[in-house]
């Protein structure tokens, strides 16, 4: 069970990377409302994906 828990929030950081990222490059899904929440989004979605594939390695 745990390592299905690493696999969907490396799944979940992928998702927000590129809703976010879309939004800070082209104002898809948001039309660009604030920069800021779309950088700051950015990075903790990094963030979670380097903590999910650090835990998932860790339990192989």
Do not use: H
């Not at 939004?23 to 903790?44: E, Q, R």
């Not at 979670?48 to 390695?57: E, F, H």
């Amino acid at each position: 069970m745990p390592k299905a828990l690493c696999i969907i929030g490396a799944v979940i950081a992928v998702l927000l990377l590129l809703v976010y990222g879309l939004d800070l490059a082209m104002g898809f899904p948001f039309n660009g409302a604030n920069a800021t929440m779309d950088i700051g989004m950015v990075v903790c979605s990094a963030i979670l994906g380097y903590l999910s594939w650090a835990t998932y390695r860790e339990q192989a």
